[in-house]
């Protein structure tokens, strides 16, 4: 799996998406067969790097973005790419700040993205590719069937673990409800639910490339990752041992930052960054949910309610063993919505037992 991107980089590739106005003009440039190289920002420390050049200040359109880049020159475009600032400018970066380009475009194009915090993109005349500079990194844009093609692929791996997600987080339910789990049972949920994540995070880099060919593609995203993300964090809250310095937001950081190559598929590893209940060295030790999970599969159920009902009962068991009346002490519940409760429990376990079993 590739590289998440960083946020900068995204922002980056969202400017120069099919659609925008700043693709158009890079098209433009490709099909006429030139080069450029653009810096999208015109602040202070973006002319502090710039020498010569004219004063433009004119409104951005693409036929003006490939005019002007027939001439040597860099051109500057306006932080929000609404206006042409400067053309035929020469970008004089700190000759010190080390570069693997060999190209005279491309070296300035990283030396600047180094030195600045501004997208500089460079567009090759003699191999028509579009290099996009943020920082430290660079990506080069691909044609849209093979950016299209990568996310189909991936969106059939998302499917894939997606539906194996389902498989174990239905057997969890089942667990739950005869009081069977264990700490391995718990964090494989945990452990599908991160890399589909990591996926959609994945598809995401390419919808932003795509822009608006990308629609197709995040319709099914969406589709796809229903509910997922709501269950990740419903199942650490589930299990997690809370303190004062360690809290939810701290647990899903953590499992968020473990390395997929190797701590990721290590269950012992997931299970000690995520600080549970029990003895979470021994995979085979038992736990016991407090119920959030079940509890928010009731529809018309408020979060607030739930919460009040785990701190009125403090576990599943306890919650699925409590009557009406019980349930309608809890504050917010009323006798209405305790019989909803109690009903909506009971269809839960006799539907996750039915299917752990079938």
Request: net charge negative; glycine share 6%.
């Amino acid at each position: 799996m590739p590289l998440r991107r960083s946020e900068a980089l995204l922002e980056a590739l969202r400017m120069v998406a099919p659609g925008t106005p700043l693709r158009d003009g890079i098209d433009r440039i490709l099909q006429a067969n030139k080069g450029a190289l653009i810096v999208v920002g015109d602040g202070p420390e973006v002319l502090a790097v710039c020498s010569g050049g004219f004063l433009l200040d004119a409104e951005f359109t693409p036929q003006r973005l490939s005019e002007l880049a027939k001439m040597d020159g860099a051109l500057i475009l306006a932080a929000d790419c609404s206006r042409v600032a400067r053309g035929n400018v020469h970008l004089v970066p700190d000759p010190n700040i080390p570069t693997s380009e060999t190209g005279t475009r491309h070296r300035t194009a990283e030396r600047v993205a180094r030195q600045i915090d501004v997208p500089v993109i460079s567009v090759s005349e003699a191999m028509s590719v579009v290099s996009i500079y943020r920082g430290d990194m660079k990506y080069s844009l691909e044609p849209i069937p093979r950016v299209l093609a990568k996310a189909n692929q991936a969106l059939q791996t998302l499917e894939r673990y997606k539906d194996r997600l389902d498989a174990v987080s239905g057997s969890l339910s089942a667990l739950e409800v005869e009081d069977l789990v264990t700490v391995r049972d718990a964090v494989t949920v945990l452990q599908r639910a991160e890399m589909v994540r990591r996926i959609s995070d994945e598809i995401e880099g390419y919808i932003v490339e795509l822009g608006s060919e990308g629609r197709l593609v995040l319709l099914q995203l969406e589709e796809l990752m229903g509910g997922v993300e709501d269950d990740r964090r419903l199942v650490i809250r589930d299990y997690i041992q809370e303190e004062r310095s360690w809290k939810l937001d701290h647990a899903m950081e953590k499992l968020g930052a473990l390395s997929t190559e190797e701590e990721l598929l290590d269950l012992k590893a997931v299970a000690a960054v995520l600080h549970l209940t029990g003895d979470t060295s021994e995979l085979d030790a038992s736990l016991q949910p407090r119920g959030y999970r079940l509890l928010s599969k009731i529809p018309r159920l408020p979060e607030g309610i739930v919460d009040n009902i785990v701190a009125r009962f403090g576990t599943l068991q306890k919650i699925l063993r409590a009557t009406v009346d019980d349930l309608d002490e809890v504050e917010g519940v009323g006798e209405v919505r305790a019989r909803a409760i109690k009903d909506g429990l009971s269809r839960l376990a006799e539907t996750s037992i039915l299917d752990r079993y079938s």
